[in-house]
């Protein structure tokens, strides 16, 4: 069974920074790209940042390229993110997801609160 | 940015009801179109994916259709455990977007 567990929110003051990790189990992490998710309060869902399955290839939504980096140890088989400059719009649930073989999100954890607030 | 558009924002319905949502593609995303599933304090499920292809354990009371700019996810009956909200997302082009949802609830 497919399981991503994420850990690492919490609440941060505006500027400060966090790590989230998403810890993987149920299938070879290796082998397959993931993607990290936000939602904030009331809002829908926003895609943030993507890996793929080696790290080689990577990508972020210009609302946090710059602040934002996300890395993976297959090794562990857990994805993180590191989240610098953290800001009260940054406020919201974190969830990471599964690429499946042709680009989908086929798993997802039950995600992690991040509060940025002073 | 391809922005997708889901209406209605809100589906009343009651149980045993056909539920009919609506996702616009600013341009066209092809058939490279999914819907999930989401309710409060869940995961996110995958239901469709290439538009009309239904996920993994997914029930046949879900179907998706469209291509281009228009797509449309159906529930033939709603059973009590659809009530949420649903997402369509696009993989046509990064970065990835959304639409803003549409809830269904109980009437």
């Known amino acids: 069974e497919v399981q991503l567990l994420e850990s690492g929110g919490g609440l941060v003051q505006p500027g400060g920074s966090l790590r989230l990790s998403c810890a993987a189990s149920?299938?070879?992490?290796?082998?397959?790209?993931m993607r990290w998710v936000r939602q904030a309060p009331g809002k829908g869902l926003e895609w943030i940042s993507a890996?793929?399955?080696?790290?080689?290839?990577?990508y972020y939504a210009d609302s946090v390229r710059g602040r934002f980096t996300i890395s993976r140890d297959n090794s562990k088989s857990t994805l993180y993110l590191q989240m610098n400059s953290l800001r009260v719009e940054d406020t919201a649930v974190y969830y990471c997801?599964?690429?499946?073989?042709?680009?989908?999100?086929?798993?997802w954890g039950q995600g992690t609160l991040v509060t940025v607030s002073s | 940015e391809i922005v997708l558009t889901q209406s209605p924002p809100t589906l009343s319905l009651s149980p045993g009801e056909r539920a009919t949502l609506s996702c616009r593609a600013s341009?066209?995303?092809?058939?490279?179109l999914a819907w999930y599933q989401h309710k409060p304090g869940q995961a996110p499920r995958l239901l469709m994916y290439?538009?009309?292809s239904r996920a993994t354990g997914i029930p046949a009371r879900f179907s998706g259709s469209g291509s281009g700019t228009d797509f449309t996810l159906t529930i033939s009956s709603l059973e009590p455990e659809d009530f949420a909200v649903y997402y369509c997302?696009?993989?046509?082009?990064?970065?990835?977007?959304f639409g803003g949802g549409t809830k269904v609830e109980i009437k």
């Open positions: 997801a599964k690429r499946d073989s042709v680009g989908w999100n086929d798993y």
């Open positions: 149920g299938f070879t992490f290796s082998s397959y790209g």
């Open positions: 890996i793929s399955s080696s790290g080689g290839n990577i």
């Open positions: 341009q066209s995303v092809s058939t490279y």
């Open positions: 290439d538009a009309s």
């Open positions: 997302q696009q993989r046509s082009s990064w970065p990835l977007t």
